[in-house]
């Protein structure tokens, strides 16, 4: 699909620009009340009052959720109009935008329509602006297009009418929105990228098939690859890594990849091109080892590597943005499998910082394999760490699957998070992070345990996570109830790649 940008210049008496451009549609706002306004107003002139017809007659009452497209329209460059009810005005804000470009782009794509032009991002919306909007609206209907067919034998791809998308704009907004457009496109790719890998079967993506994907990334992308095997990993003194990947037959792979958008750091930049570092949770199984978990709704734990694959996804989206920052990805990736030789409840083991771990339960793998993963991204000395992880199902019983939980000692960063969280509509909740809870994760016989009891489970895993995290800022990531849907509509979800994305854009000042 091909999106661009159609700037009127309503000083200049342009206002009805939008209106000429030849297209199979034009998606129209009308808003709950009895006057036209904006794009309506201007469309109603060209029409001949067609639209206050289409409002009088009672067909398009403006009500939210509600459209209705109209054939054969002359007057105008289009042959049809969809109208869209936005409800009311007063109440446009960033949902109820978001509810009219879904039930538009519905209809769109419900149609043999080829080229559509898209007025709602010029609307007022509370809080956000056109630049905004046109993202939003991009992303919304890559959400929609959206299909998992690699791995039908006949994959029912029915050609796909949609090609061409002119979004309408004020002339003050259109070097902006080109860049909207850049960045909606990107986010779309990366989010795509990390569903796809979520939602591919547990014994095709594979650790190893991770690391290929980070080898085509980088060649790609011009990223600087490094996929660490099993010697490598134990040179580097990963025993806890190394004591989850150990129960199963397939290899793990420690995978770090540079993209450098900022130039090297030297003695010169002092700092100032620090990189971010991204460490993303990689089970590619995750069946509880000898702790092993209940049969039901089993399969789900393929997306156990979701936090791996929002790295990707997020590096992805970074390189074909261009973004003039520094940015590390970091995914260690391994199946958690029983086995004889299996790592076992009372096990301790020795991190690649020396902490020694009891395992009291190999269920808590996501947390002995990122620890060493934390302790690996000091050597870039970074300006900040974040992890994403499917680490808790606690986080699920907690926040549901609507937000992801954020956890961060690091006021400032944490702010940061959410705030581009809000931005890019990929809702984000700060849960505590307290020393107090320290010492639900005493160990009679190591320093720390790998569990920390039921009572705030999600809590203690990150405090387990924040004592490998003590050389930089961090921030701790659970899309346990965020990463994936369940049930019918089950499938990746591509978050938190927006969330990253924005993160990354707001610090690169893009
Ligand atoms: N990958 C799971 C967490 C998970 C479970 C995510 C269900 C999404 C849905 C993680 O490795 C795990 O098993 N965590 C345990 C920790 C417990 C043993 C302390 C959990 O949440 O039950
Ligand atoms: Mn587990
Ligand atoms: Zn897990």
Same mark, same amino acid.
């Given at each position: 699909m091909d999106f661009s940008i159609k700037a009127c210049d309503w000083s200049k008496g342009?206002?009805?620009?939008?209106?000429?451009?030849?297209?199979d549609v034009i998606v129209l706002g009308i808003f709950e009340a009895q006057t036209l306004t904006g794009a309506a107003r201007d469309m109603d002139a060209a029409t001949k009052g067609l639209i206050s017809r289409v409002v009088k007659a009672g067909d398009m009452s403006g009500r939210a959720g509600t459209t209705l497209l109209v054939p054969?329209?002359? !007057?105008?460059?289009?042959s049809r109009v969809l109208l869209v009810g936005l409800g009311k005005q007063d109440a446009f804000n960033q949902k109820a935008y978001g509810e009219a470009v879904r039930a538009a782009w519905r209809v769109v794509l419900g149609s043999k329509i080829g080229q559509a032009t898209f007025t709602l991002a010029q609307l007022p919306i509370q809080d956000r602006d056109g630049v905004w909007a046109v993202r939003a609206a991009i992303l919304a209907l890559r959400e929609l297009t959206y299909k998992f067919t690699q791995m039908k034998s006949k994959p029912d791809n029915g050609a796909r009418s949609l090609k061409k998308i002119v979004f309408s704009v004020d002339s003050a907004d259109e070097k902006a929105a080109k860049v909207a457009v850049k960045q909606g496109v990107a986010i779309a790719n990366g989010m795509d990228l990390t569903r796809d890998l979520g939602n591919l079967p547990p014994n095709v993506c594979t650790p190893t098939y991770l690391g290929q994907t980070a080898k085509k990334l980088g060649r790609d992308f011009k990223l600087k690859v490094e996929v660490l095997g099993q010697k490598q990993i134990e040179a580097l003194g990963m025993g806890s890594f190394l004591s989850v990947a150990k129960g199963s037959i397939e290899p793990p792979q420690f995978i770090v990849m540079h993209y450098q958008g900022a130039g090297a750091e030297s003695a010169k930049s002092k700092g100032k091109n620090a990189p971010i570092v991204l460490v993303g949770k990689g089970i590619?199984?995750?069946?509880? !080892?000898?702790s092993i978990k209940p049969g039901?709704?089993?399969?789900?734990?393929?997306?156990?590597?979701c936090g791996a694959g929002s790295v990707f996804g997020t590096m992805r989206a970074v390189a074909e943005m261009g973004l003039k920052l520094n940015v590390i990805g970091v995914i260690p990736t391994c199946e958690n499998m029983p086995a004889g030789n299996a790592v076992k409840p009372g096990d301790i083991i020795t991190s690649m910082n020396g902490t020694t771990i009891e395992v009291l339960n190999t269920d808590a793998e996501g947390r002995l394999i990122l620890c060493d993963a934390l302790t690996y991204a000091e050597r870039f000395k970074p300006a900040a760490v974040v992890d994403i992880a499917t680490l808790t199902g606690a986080c699920i019983i907690a926040l549901g699957h609507h937000n992801t939980g954020l956890f961060a000692k690091d006021d400032a960063l944490a702010g940061e998070l959410l705030d581009a969280s809000r931005e890019a509509a990929d809702p984000a909740w700060r849960l505590p992070l307290d020393?107090?809870?320290?010492?639900?994760?005493?160990?009679n016989f190591a320093d720390v345990a790998n569990i920390g009891g039921r009572p705030a489970g999600s809590v203690t895993a990150a405090c387990f996570l924040s004592r490998f995290a003590t050389a930089y800022p961090w921030a701790h990531l659970d899309i346990a109830g965020t990463a994936w849907k369940s049930g019918a509509?089950?499938?990746?979800?591509?978050?938190p790649v927006p969330l990253l994305s924005q993160f990354l854009i707001d610090r690169a000042g893009a």
């Open positions: 342009e206002a009805n620009g939008f209106l000429t451009g030849k297209s054969e329209v002359t !007057g105008i460059g289009a590619t199984f995750d069946s509880g !080892g000898i039901e709704a089993m399969d789900e734990m393929k997306y156990d590597m020393d107090e809870y320290q010492d639900q994760l005493k160990s509509a089950k499938g990746a979800t591509g978050r």
